[in-house]
């Protein structure tokens, strides 16, 4: 059953990983919603068991992105923008810790929830 493993492999590899590296960028395809806590701004990355955060006091992030803050007072955890999101990583990525990212661009962006 040497197939199923090598589908897996190759699967696996074509998967988006977030940037590993301080300073390295790519694109990952994800959920961009609003919580509780520290570093309220993530993106769980689809296709992973990886979130990411965008710093509390980052400022420069993408018009999609603000508009959708910018949306209500409150958000309920359904609400959500799901598509592209290119990200910059501002710390080395490490198992179980939520990496910090600053997002510099958007694409194919879907909003699920409460119109906006």
């Not at 955060?53 to 959500?80: C, H, N, T, V, W």
Request: proline letters at 6%.
């Amino acid at each position: 059953m040497v197939l199923p493993v090598a589908i897996a492999l190759m699967a696996a590899a074509a998967a988006p990983q977030p940037a590993a590296e301080v300073g390295q960028c790519g694109w990952v395809h994800g959920r961009f919603a609003i919580y509780n806590g520290s570093s309220v701004r993530r993106i769980r990355i689809i296709g992973t068991h990886r979130t990411v955060a965008m710093r509390d006091d980052d400022e420069r992030i993408p018009p999609e992105i603000d508009r959708y803050e910018q949306s209500g007072p409150y958000f309920d955890l359904k609400d959500s923008l799901s598509g592209d999101f290119r990200i910059c990583a501002r710390e080395t990525r490490r198992l179980g810790h939520m990496q910090h990212v600053r997002v510099t661009a958007t694409r194919n962006l879907i909003f699920q929830g409460k119109p906006f």
